[in-house]
C-alpha cells in the first residue's frame, strides 16, 4: 500500500535551475496538495487541486507552478530556483471535501537545498 | 500576531509523564481541530480530531478545544519513548484553508 510517493527525496539545486518534484497517490483522492514545511514556520500551502484539470493557489504560491492532468498525479514546478525556496516540501491527498475535516494523507517529503 | 501560535519547544520529559501540547488561534472562523504527528525525515500523520469546542479522547491522548478561549490542547498520558515526534496542530473553518502551528518538538527519555 503505497499511498502518497514523492521523488525525489533529496535534490540540490543551483540558483536559476528548475526541477519538477512529483506527487502520486493511488488512493483515488479528488484533492490534493502542496505544502512547503520551513524550520520554526509550519506547513505553508502552495497550491493545491480539488480534482483533475483544476487547481488554485494557496498561501505561498509564488516562484512554483503546478498541473493535474490525472487524478493520481499532481507534479509542483520551480522555474527559477532561488535560496529562499530551500525547504522540506510535502505532498498530500485527501478524499473529504474542502469545507470538512478528513484526513490528510502525507509523502514523506522532498528536501530541496538551493545554493 | 500568526494565525496559528505553537511554542516550537523543544520539550523534554521523562517516560511516565503527562504531556501536555497547546496552540493559541485568532481566527474565529476556526471549526475544525487536529492535531497531527511527525516522526523525524517522515510526513505528518493524523493523531486527532474534533470539532468546535469539548474533548475527545482516544486511548493515552485527548485532545481539548476552547473555542472562547481560541486555545487548543493535547494531552498524552503515560508518555513512552515512541511519542518521541513533532507534533503539529491543525485548524479550518469551511473553506480549504488549513492553517498548521509551527510545532512543538517532544523527547520522552526512557
Known amino acids: 500500500n503505497a499511498g502518497v510517493t514523492q521523488t525525489p527525496k533529496f535534490r540540490i539545486l543551483k540558483i536559476g535551475q528548475s526541477m519538477t518534484l512529483q506527487c502520486a497517490q493511488d488512493?483515488?483522492?479528488?484533492?490534493m496538495y502542496w505544502y512547503r514545511q520551513d524550520p520554526g514556520m509550519g506547513l505553508k500551502l502552495i497550491y493545491y487541486s480539488v480534482g483533475a484539470g483544476i487547481t488554485d493557489k494557496g498561501e505561498v504560491p509564488n516562484g512554483y507552478n503546478v498541473s493535474r492532468s490525472t487524478t493520481e498525479d499532481f507534479p509542483l514546478r520551480l522555474e527559477l530556483a532561488a535560496p529562499s525556496q530551500t525547504s522540506v516540501y510535502f505532498c498530500a491527498s485527501t478524499q473529504t471535501a474542502p469545507g470538512r475535516a478528513g484526513e490528510l494523507f502525507f509523502g514523506e517529503g522532498s528536501r530541496l537545498t538551493v545554493l | 500576531q500568526k494565525e496559528v501560535e505553537q511554542d516550537p519547544g523543544p520539550l523534554s520529559v521523562p517516560e511516565g509523564a503527562i504531556v501536555s501540547l497547546n496552540c493559541t488561534y485568532s481566527n474565529s472562523a476556526f471549526q475544525y481541530f487536529m492535531w497531527y504527528r511527525q516522526y523525524s525525515r517522515k510526513g505528518p500523520e493524523l493523531l486527532m480530531y474534533?470539532?468546535?469546542?469539548g474533548n475527545k479522547e482516544d486511548g493515552r491522548f485527548t485532545a481539548q478545544v476552547d473555542k472562547s478561549s481560541k486555545y487548543i490542547s493535547l494531552f498524552i498520558r503515560d508518555s513512552q519513548p515512541s511519542d518521541s515526534a513533532t507534533y503539529l496542530c491543525a485548524m479550518k473553518g469551511g473553506n480549504n484553508d488549513m492553517r498548521f502551528g509551527a510545532g512543538t518538538r517532544l523527547t520522552v527519555k526512557p
Open positions: 488512493m483515488n483522492h479528488n484533492y
Open positions: 474534533t470539532y468546535s469546542s
